[in-house]
């Protein structure tokens, strides 16, 4: 088991690196691996465990990419969320499961909606990749990833009222509809008061490094918490991510530097597994279908051209037959172009295996769980289909449409202007606290230059290449700095070697020098 999970990170990692590299999306990549590998004899048996995924996966990666989100944005474009992440899914799971329902014989509606359920929620990290790479508007990203944030809560709520109903739970309509609400206030509360507590005691610590290890439990206790009592524990662990994200500001700057690090280095490790655990699935799903092979997987490529068209004939309605907001002043749809991205970047991921794995083997009266077996299967049929037929398509659908980014110059303009801002807030202060001693003088000078040289550096970025290819003043400043930098880290480098200074003063040192020379490479 040890040798075989080394395996699958190692596997995954480099087939992720391989992907970076050569500029092919990493989740397509390592999905169509995973299926590969599926055939190769002698490689094991990768069964996806629920709990592991629900658990010790989904959490950290909901909180990464909370943590990562604009609350002001998302703020600003909460209806188009909400209306992909409840109504889409709600739609798409009626949808799905009436067509299985229809199209599956002998499989029960409730054991439809269960399959309908699983594959709703699309999974979003492939289609953001795609869509950063291609240089996506920011207000579509915000919509994909805010949708991705939520629509697992409302499947996984909805999966847990339509298992409820197919194991004989009696449920009704309006029961089912209430435990919808309660999960959703439920995890929406605890995650508020979650990062409400979490940010008041790292405002107390006062410990970068304590700071950032309280953040590593986060997204599992408030997952865990909540899930608990029945409430959501996506919703918990994305409220808390997006409070803490949002107040991180306030944190200690260490923090927020190895928070950074950290939950990138993670969500790289995460994603590149679980992509490649999805094609890795294929021996076990087919094992407990048996003879009906072939008519179930006509079945699921039906299935996903439903889903398919289900988001599609969501997004566009909901986009533009918008009354209330026709009213509101200042209102304007949004290009057709931008709508079709939207509809198209609907590749599901490992949650739906997961929760389809989740499926209890009996009833409440002990009898097999009806149609568990049908429903396991296409939801790995849907979950490869989408992300092969997105994955492969979405590039050439926003390349043809021409959607691309317009916010670079005015962010650049919106910077400039806020680092003049900050530059004459930052002088005035300097005056404030002159102290009348005649070292004061030189340091002003130097802290003047400094802040005349970012904000130098801010307008120059609007102002586009140099002609004849040369360098702005600010560019040189960076590269002769680098160049420094360099030099001196040999000389410490040497120094070590040598004996001359301790490893621990050279860390010390070294990291100094790393903090400048990042800050030059983002500037």
């Known amino acids: 088991m040890e040798l075989s999970l080394v395996g699958l990170l190692a596997g995954s990692f480099a087939v992720t690196a391989l992907a970076r590299r050569v500029g092919v999306s990493p989740p397509l990549v390592l999905v169509v691996a995973g299926l590969a590998l599926s055939f190769v004899p002698g490689v094991p048996d990768y069964a996806l465990d629920p709990e592991l995924i629900l658990t010790l996966v989904l959490p950290p990666l ?37 067509a299985a329902w229809w199209l599956v014989p002998g499989l029960p509606l409730a054991s439809a909606l269960v399959l309908g359920a699983v594959v709703a929620p699309p999974d979003a990290v492939a289609a953001t990749a795609v869509g950063r790479r291609l240089g996506l508007p920011r207000k579509v990203m915000t919509i994909l990833g805010g949708e991705s944030l939520v629509n697992d809560a409302t499947a996984l709520t909805a999966f847990r009222v339509a298992v409820a109903l197919a194991a004989g739970a009696g449920y009704g309509i309006a029961e089912g509809l209430g435990v919808f609400a309660l999960a959703a206030a439920g995890g929406a509360a605890i995650g508020w008061a979650l990062g409400w507590l979490v940010h008041r005691v790292r405002l107390a610590l006062g410990d970068g490094v304590l ?64 992509f490649a655990l999805i094609g890795l699935q294929l021996p076990a799903v087919v094992a407990g279908v048996g003879p009906d092979l072939g008519t179930l997987t006509a079945v699921g490529l039906a299935l996903v051209l439903v889903a398919l068209l289900a988001r599609v004939a969501f997004v566009f309605p909901t986009a533009y037959l918008r009354p209330v907001a026709r009213r509101r002043p200042g209102w304007v749809p949004p290009p057709w172009t931008h709508a079709a991205v939207v509809s198209w970047a609907g590749m599901r991921g490992v949650v739906s295996l997961a929760a389809a794995a989740g499926i209890p083997l009996t009833t409440m009266s002990g009898d097999p769980f009806p149609g568990r077996a049908e429903v396991l299967y296409l939801t790995f049929v849907v979950t490869v289909g989408t992300l092969l037929l997105h994955g492969l398509t979405l590039p050439a659908v926003i390349r043809r449409l021409g959607v691309r980014a317009s916010e670079d110059s005015a962010d650049a303009l919106a910077e400039a202007q806020a680092q003049s801002d900050a530059g004459r807030a930052a002088a005035a202060r300097l005056d404030e606290l002159d102290d009348g001693d005649p070292l004061h003088a030189q340091a002003v000078t130097e802290l003047r230059q400094r802040i005349e040289a970012r904000t130098n550096a801010a307008w120059e970025r609007l102002g586009g290449p140099v002609p004849g290819g040369g360098e702005t003043p600010s560019a040189r400043y960076r590269r002769l700095r680098r160049a420094m930098l360099e030099a001196e880290r040999e000389v410490f480098v040497r120094h070590r070697d040598q004996r001359r200074i301790d490893d621990e003063v050279f860390r010390r040192v070294q990291h100094e020098l790393d903090l400048e020379e990042v800050t030059l490479l983002r500037e």
């Open 62 to 98: 909901l909180y990464s990419a909370a943590l990562d989100s604009s609350y002001l944005r998302l703020r600003a474009n909460l209806r188009a969320i909400g209306m992909l992440a409840v109504g889409a899914v709600l739609f798409t799971t009626l949808a799905v499961g009436l």
């Open 211 to 274: 700071e950032s290890a309280l953040g590593l439990l986060v997204p599992f206790v408030g997952f865990v918490v909540a899930e608990e009592v029945h409430a959501s524990g996506v919703l918990a662990v994305v409220l808390a991510g997006l409070y803490l994200g949002h107040r991180s500001p306030q944190a200690d700057p260490v923090a927020r530097l190895q928070d950074r690090a950290v939950w990138q280095a993670a969500d790289t490790v995460l994603e590149a597994t679980v």
